[in-house]
């Protein structure tokens, strides 16, 4: 399984910016798939997931911002980002997480990261 993130780049605060993830070697359909940041000095954290049924969820820091979205038939998730702020700076990683069994353990793939560097 590859995870192709792209869309990454320099902009100015208040710009906006949007991210791709293509998946090949695996469906995305039956998965949840997610974004998530890591900043220089700081732990990877959750910026948004999306669900195999569409419902989304968003780190409290970019609600209203950002918006996630899915298309199964391209294996593609994307992450619209607007009205970005310096602190949106890090690196942006895909994430798809498959379910394995009915006790809800999950394996999780990753894609190499896209720079997203917002400037004051």
């Known amino acids: 399984v590859q995870l192709q993130a792209s869309g990454g780049g320099l902009v100015q605060a208040g710009g906006s910016l949007r991210l791709s993830c293509v998946v090949s070697g695996s469906r995305i359909s039956g998965d949840a798939m997610a974004w998530y940041r890591q900043a220089p000095g700081k732990q990877r954290v959750l910026v948004a997931r999306?669900?195999?049924?569409?419902?989304?969820n968003y780190a409290d820091s970019v609600k209203g911002r950002f918006t996630i979205s899915r298309d199964n038939a391209k294996n593609t998730v994307t992450l619209q980002m607007l009205s970005l702020k310096p602190d949106d700076t890090a690196l942006y990683y895909c994430?798809?997480?498959?379910?394995?069994?009915?006790?809800?353990?999950?394996?999780?793939?990753w894609g190499q990261g896209t720079l997203v560097t917002v400037s004051s």
């Open positions: 999306i669900t195999s049924s569409g419902s989304t």
């Open positions: 994430n798809q997480r498959r379910i394995v069994n009915v006790e809800g353990a999950f394996v999780d793939h």
